[in-house]
């Protein structure tokens, strides 16, 4: 019982961690969150979504090795693997949208008018997304976008940090360490994201406005970059 109680502590500390140093599990929504307008509900019921797949996939992963007795090192193998893919995923997920940020803004783009009679009138014309449907067409592409990255996305520590010790204790603590480290991942996904949208709206971006969405794309595309390249 003492262990499973350490086990349980283990895995919500490494679910905290594993979370907060992860920026890809909150910069793309607050970033995707405030560039296109998306109530508090739709966030956070993208963020959830998204969460759900992300642990999903491992726990999966996870017990079928269970049930087979695979080696924890070739689950090990599979995760990297995913998790190389998803990186790449995230960095052309925010080059895309970087350059459609950018179209967005050369078309947004201030004019100037001058009229015989001396008058100069300077305004902008705010091209949107055209159309209802083909805007929900739009943001129905960003989040399937988002949603199979967390899928491909594992949770590295989940398998041979948590899932296996337990198994090696029993069914009970299985399910409470899975199911413990997953609500914990969802709900710092989750907190972090509020409070990263509730951050933005006490900026005001001003003239930046039409650079929302490029401004997103970038921070989605260093996001990708980061995890590449630093050990996180």
């Known amino acids: 019982m003492a262990e499973s109680g350490i086990l349980l502590g283990?895995?919500?500390?490494?679910?905290?961690i594993h979370t907060l140093i992860g920026p890809d599990h909150y910069i793309p929504f607050i970033a995707l969150s405030k560039a296109n307008n998306w109530s508090v509900t739709k966030t956070v019921n993208i963020v959830l979504l998204c969460g759900i797949g992300h642990v999903l996939g491992s726990?999966?992963?996870?017990?079928?090795?269970?049930?087979?007795?695979?080696?924890?090192?070739?689950?090990?193998?599979?995760?990297?693997?995913?998790?190389?893919?998803?990186?790449?995923?995230?960095?052309?997920?925010?080059?895309?949208?970087?350059?459609?940020?950018?179209r967005c803004a050369i078309k947004n783009k201030t004019h100037t008018h001058n009229f015989p009679d001396g008058r100069t009138v300077i305004h902008s014309h705010m091209h949107n997304e055209a159309g209802h449907e083909h805007g929900t067409q739009k943001s129905n592409t960003r989040f399937w976008g988002l949603f199979i990255f967390f899928v491909l996305g594992p949770c590295e520590p989940l398998i041979p940090l948590l899932m296996y010790p337990a198994a090696s204790m029993d069914i009970f603590t299985l399910v409470l360490i899975t199911v413990s480290f997953s609500v914990c991942t969802i709900a710092v996904m989750l907190l972090l994201t509020l409070l990263g949208i509730k951050g933005f709206q006490l900026l005001k971006m001003g003239k930046?406005?039409?650079?929302?969405?490029?401004?997103?794309?970038?921070?989605?595309?260093?996001?990708?970059?980061?995890?590449?390249?630093?050990?996180?």
Do not use: K, Q
């Open 10 to 16: 283990t895995s919500i500390t490494i679910a905290l």
């Open 59 to 102: 726990i999966i992963l996870g017990l079928s090795g269970i049930a087979l007795s695979a080696g924890v090192s070739s689950l090990v193998n599979i995760e990297d693997i995913r998790g190389t893919l998803a990186t790449y995923l995230l960095i052309a997920f925010g080059l895309i949208y970087t350059i459609y940020g950018i």
């Open 208 to 232: 930046l406005e039409r650079y929302a969405h490029a401004l997103a794309g970038s921070a989605i595309l260093l996001c990708g970059i980061s995890v590449l390249i630093l050990p996180i």
